[in-house]
């Protein structure tokens, strides 16, 4: 629980910085007053503007580019599903990252993701790796908007072993590094799921929302800072990450142990001792 809670409070932090540079532009304003940044080092200060400049998202830092989701991803596919069992065709296993498993992945537990077969084309295309988003698209319902987002890590598809994918109702987005990071853009998911102006983008059918993926990508904009700011930004983040990713392993590898024990501890093939026994 304490992991967990260090988790959200790190992700907390995460999302706050990103806010405040790319939401707020709260050094840009600073700047523009003729003050230091607050947190701030000089030298990361000095990588910002002191003016904002007019774009399609209203006024930005100077120097700035909005530019649209889908221009900034090096690849995007949808999931599969595979089948339960193996067959002639569907002989490759692989995990299979569901919706409802984006809550739970972000805080290591992923001991309900399935064990799925698929053909080695399907699999080909859609094997995620350390950096992809699993960004949800359908599923999704009146309390809970569709979009919730997944930044695969090392520490996830070690703990899965061998490879993943993601569901059909989820697609596989990989972020041009060069232009943006990974951790920009799944910041960026998140904040907009935050505020839900990701509902600009729902449909509702049969009770469930689906996400207008094409919509999405054409439609929604992101800040592309200067290359400086990018990197200062990386730089934060790389270190938050990790940190979160090392909480996650380390509960997985907790329950395991639980779930290796409890049932001896049960059956009484293991006991514990007792205060006398450990007293003597």
């Given at each position: 629980?304490?992991?967990?809670?260090?988790?959200?409070?790190?992700?907390?932090?995460?999302?706050?910085?990103?806010?405040?540079?790319?939401?707020?532009?709260?050094?840009?304003?600073?700047?523009?007053?003729?003050?230091?940044?607050?947190?701030?080092?000089?030298?990361?200060?000095?990588?910002?503007?002191?003016?904002?400049?007019?774009?399609?998202?209203?006024?930005?830092?100077?120097?700035?580019?909005?530019?649209?989701?889908?221009?900034?991803?090096?690849?995007?596919?949808?999931?599969?599903?595979?089948?339960?069992?193996?067959?002639?065709?569907?002989?490759?296993?692989?995990?299979?990252?569901?919706?409802?498993?984006?809550?739970?992945?972000?805080?290591?537990?992923?001991?309900?993701?399935?064990?799925?077969?698929?053909?080695?084309?399907?699999?080909?295309?859609?094997?995620?790796?350390?950096?992809?988003i699993v960004f949800e698209v359908s599923g999704g319902s009146k309390d809970q908007p569709v979009g919730r987002a997944l930044l695969v890590n090392e520490a996830?598809?070690?703990?899965?072993?061998?490879?993943?994918?993601?569901?059909?109702?989820?697609?596989?987005?990989?972020?041009?590094?060069?232009?943006?990071?990974?951790?920009?853009?799944?910041?960026?998911?998140?904040?907009?799921?935050?505020?839900?102006?990701?509902?600009?983008?729902?449909?509702?059918?049969?009770?469930?929302?689906?996400?207008?993926?094409?919509?999405?990508?054409?439609?929604?904009?992101?800040?592309?800072?200067?290359?400086?700011?990018?990197?200062?930004?990386?730089?934060?983040?790389?270190?938050?990450?990790?940190?979160?990713?090392?909480l996650g392993k380390q509960n997985w590898i907790l329950r395991q142990i639980r779930e290796t024990l409890l049932p001896q501890l049960i059956s009484g093939k293991?006991?514990?001792?007792?205060?006398?026994?450990?007293?003597?």
């Open positions: 629980e304490l992991n967990r809670q260090m988790a959200q409070t790190l992700e907390s932090i995460a999302r706050a910085i990103f806010k405040s540079w790319f939401v707020d532009f709260d050094p840009v304003k600073a700047k523009m007053e003729g003050k230091q940044p607050e947190g701030m080092s000089e030298e990361v200060a000095a990588l910002f503007p002191d003016k904002f400049v007019e774009s399609e998202l209203g006024m930005i830092p100077e120097g700035w580019e909005a530019k649209p989701f889908g221009e900034l991803l090096e690849h995007h596919i949808g999931g599969g599903w595979g089948k339960e069992k193996p067959d002639e065709k569907h002989t490759l296993p692989a995990h299979v990252i569901r919706g409802t498993d984006i809550p739970g992945a972000k805080k290591g537990i992923i001991d309900n993701v399935p064990l799925r077969y698929h053909t080695a084309s399907n699999l080909k295309s859609r094997r995620l790796h350390a950096g992809d996830i598809l070690s703990a899965l072993s061998g490879d993943t994918i993601c569901a059909s109702f989820c697609k596989l987005m990989r972020p041009r590094n060069e232009t943006v990071s990974s951790f920009m853009l799944y910041l960026h998911i998140e904040e907009i799921y935050k505020n839900r102006r990701i509902m600009e983008y729902q449909t509702q059918s049969t009770g469930i929302s689906n996400l207008k993926f094409s919509d999405f990508l054409n439609r929604d904009f992101v800040l592309v800072p200067v290359n400086g700011v990018r990197k200062a930004f990386d730089r934060h983040m790389v270190t938050l990450f990790d940190q979160m990713a090392g293991i006991r514990l001792n007792q205060p006398e026994d450990a007293a003597a």
